[in-house]
């Protein structure tokens, strides 16, 4: 079996990429595999270069080719925030819980509002995007490869399914008329920023593969 490596530490991400590999008979290892990887510092200015950071610190230390996803909200109300700095929005220990909790108080605070509401009520606050870089460095070559995703989608005040991760619940996606939480691993992949930019990875990952750069 292929393994590729992955450069988080975030479960949810983990979850979906293995369900993405899987299909392509490749198994998938992360950082929580590696627990004595120190934590990699995420201070670049963009989602493209925290991805590389990400990759490349990863990379160095196993010596194997790793893949690293950097991603986020951006809210329009909130002209782009959190951003980069989705993961730890409500500060020091930030949690998906507290960091929905901030980003509807101060929607609300705002009185963010897009006049418009679902049948059970839920107000709809803010347009939004979800967005995904992901970066693959092969220490071999020291040669990044880069591609990103994009999903276009809008803030409700109150949460819907229990799928996914992060902000999901409350990531309401008008084209399919339920959250990104009510979604299925198969379904989120097929829209999601993620899912997006995998699509135009996969290919490279593939041939990476192939040479067998991979192997375990
Ligand atoms: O850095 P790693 O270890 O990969 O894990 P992380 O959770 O810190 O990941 P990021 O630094 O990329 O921060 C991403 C933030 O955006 C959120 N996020 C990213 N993709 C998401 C998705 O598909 N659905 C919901 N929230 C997402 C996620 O919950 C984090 O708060
Ligand atoms: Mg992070």
Request: glycine share 8%; with cysteine; charged share 25%.
């Given at each position: 079996?292929?393994?590729?490596?992955?450069?988080?530490?975030?479960?949810?991400?983990?979850?979906?990429?293995?369900?993405?590999?899987?299909?392509?008979?490749?198994?998938?290892?992360?950082?929580?595999?590696?627990?004595?990887?120190?934590?990699?510092?995420?201070?670049?200015?963009?989602?493209?270069?925290?991805?590389?950071?990400?990759?490349?610190?990863?990379?160095?230390?196993?010596?194997?080719?790793?893949?690293?996803?950097?991603?986020?909200?951006?809210?329009?109300?909130?002209?782009?925030?959190?951003?980069?700095?989705?993961?730890?929005?409500?500060?020091?220990?930030?949690?998906?819980?507290?960091?929905?909790?901030?980003?509807?108080?101060?929607?609300?605070?705002?009185?963010?509002?897009?006049?418009?509401?679902?049948?059970?009520?839920?107000?709809l606050l803010s347009?939004?995007?979800?967005?995904?870089?992901?970066?693959?460095?092969?220490?071999?070559?020291?040669?990044?490869?880069?591609?990103e995703g994009n999903?276009?989608?809008?803030?409700?005040?109150?949460?819907?399914?229990?799928?996914?991760?992060?902000?999901?619940?409350?990531?309401?996606?008008?084209?399919?008329?339920?959250?990104?939480?009510?979604?299925?691993?198969?379904?989120?992949?097929?829209?999601?920023?993620?899912?997006?930019?995998?699509?135009?990875?996969?290919?490279?990952?593939?041939?990476?593969?192939?040479?067998?750069?991979?192997?375990?």
């Amino acid at each position: 079996m292929k393994t590729i490596v992955i450069a988080t530490k975030n479960s949810g991400k983990v979850k979906e990429f293995a369900h993405a590999f899987a299909k392509l008979g490749v198994d998938v290892k992360s950082l929580l595999d590696y627990p004595d990887i120190p934590d990699i510092p995420e201070d670049g200015s963009t989602f493209v270069e925290n991805a590389k950071i990400k990759a490349k610190a990863a990379a160095d230390i196993l010596n194997v080719p790793v893949l690293a996803d950097d991603s986020g909200l951006t809210v329009e109300a909130l002209d782009g925030a959190p951003g980069v700095y989705s993961a730890r929005y409500s500060g020091e220990g930030a949690t998906d819980e507290r960091n929905n909790s901030k980003l509807i108080t101060e929607l609300t605070a705002l009185g963010a509002s897009m006049n418009e509401e679902l049948s059970d009520g839920t107000q709809l606050l803010s347009a939004a995007q979800f967005r995904c870089a992901l970066a693959l460095y092969d220490p071999a070559s020291a040669e990044f490869i880069v591609a990103e995703g994009n999903v276009d989608g809008v803030i409700a005040d109150r949460p819907h399914g229990d799928g996914g991760f992060g902000y999901d619940p409350y990531f309401y996606v008008p084209a399919l008329g339920c959250s990104m939480a009510e979604l299925t691993k198969e379904e989120k992949g097929r829209i999601s920023h993620r899912g997006e930019a995998l699509r135009k990875l996969i290919p490279i990952v593939e041939q990476l593969l192939q040479d067998s750069a991979l192997e375990k």
